[in-house]
């Protein structure tokens, strides 16, 4: 036969310990753990609620940026057109009081400004291709982002 051994030991120790350990499980971990998800949760929708805000802005400006050339082509158009008309009444010889050489520097002024707007041309056209770059970046932020949010939600 087996002999068991037997100790006696007061059991309320025990029993105050067991009451701390359930208390400490139950209050600190569980509501910490719980208000970090939420605060993840809030940080997550705020920087969607910003990159939402952020492709909307480029959208616009985008819009407003590709009404610039044909608005400056219609410029430059302009401006051709008054250059002939003043290189025609340049040449003339029914102008009164003005020579050729009066209305020269005019004229290569006028044809400063058109190569200014031309240059000017080829910048918004450049600032167009560097919004698209943006955009596309931006786009696939986005769907990281998005991607990554759904992650979260499951």
Avoid: C, H, W
């Avoid at 939402?52 to 959208?59: F, H, P, Q, T, W």
């Avoid at 057109?81 to 050489?101: C, R």
């Amino acid at each position: 036969m087996v002999e068991e051994e037997y100790e006696v030991i007061p059991t309320s120790p025990l029993r105050r310990l067991e009451k701390r350990i359930s208390k400490v499980e139950a209050s600190s971990s569980t509501s910490q753990i719980q208000k970090l998800i939420e605060q993840i949760i809030e940080l997550i929708k705020s920087n969607q609620r910003i990159i939402d805000d952020v492709i909307k802005a480029d959208s616009e400006l985008r819009n407003e940026i590709s009404k610039l050339p044909g608005r400056i082509d219609v410029l430059v158009s302009s401006m051709n057109e008054f250059i002939e008309l003043l290189k025609a009444s340049a040449t003339e010889e029914t102008v009164a009081g003005v020579s050729k050489d009066v209305m020269e520097p005019l004229v290569n002024k006028m044809d400063e400004l058109v190569n200014q707007n031309k240059k000017g041309l080829e910048t918004s056209q450049a600032v167009l291709n560097s919004l698209g770059m943006i955009d596309n970046r931006l786009k696939r932020l986005y769907l990281q982002s998005s991607t990554g949010t759904a992650s979260y939600k499951r």
